[in-house]
């Protein structure tokens, strides 16, 4: 079993920046698979970022260039940094888990672009 807490979400202009952090409620040192996704009005919750079993990276097409995913084990958080925002990122924005089988969803935090 494992909590996640979002933050770091907010409004910010067309052009800006946001880091958004996921703080586990245990050691992630073991866990492969952490990601963040996103789900906007009306629409499917998406992937954005992610790290896969194999260790490596993932991304959205929609974000490649823009966001990176990183991880500081040491102290149990996730973070996605977000530059160049766009409109069409507002959405609330999820991390994610899968522990052995079983998918962990945070709270979730919004992310509004918007002048």
């Known amino acids: 079993q494992v909590q996640l807490v979002e933050s770091g979400g907010g409004l910010v202009q067309p052009g800006g920046s946001l880091r958004l952090s996921c703080a586990a409620s245990?050691?992630?040192?073991?866990?492969?698979?952490m990601g963040w996704y996103r789900q906007a009005p009306g629409k499917q919750r998406e992937l954005v970022a992610s790290?896969?079993?194999?260790?490596?990276?993932d991304y959205a097409d929609s974000v490649k260039g823009r966001f990176t995913i990183s991880r500081e084990n040491a102290n149990n958080t996730v973070y996605l940094q977000m530059n160049s925002l766009k409109p069409e990122d507002t959405a609330v924005y999820y991390c994610?888990?899968?522990?052995?089988?079983?998918?962990?969803w945070g709270q979730g935090t919004q992310v509004t672009v918007s002048s």
């Open positions: 994610s888990t899968i522990l052995p089988t079983r998918r962990f």
């Open positions: 790290f896969t079993s194999s260790g490596s990276t």
């Open positions: 245990r050691s992630i040192s073991s866990i492969n698979v």
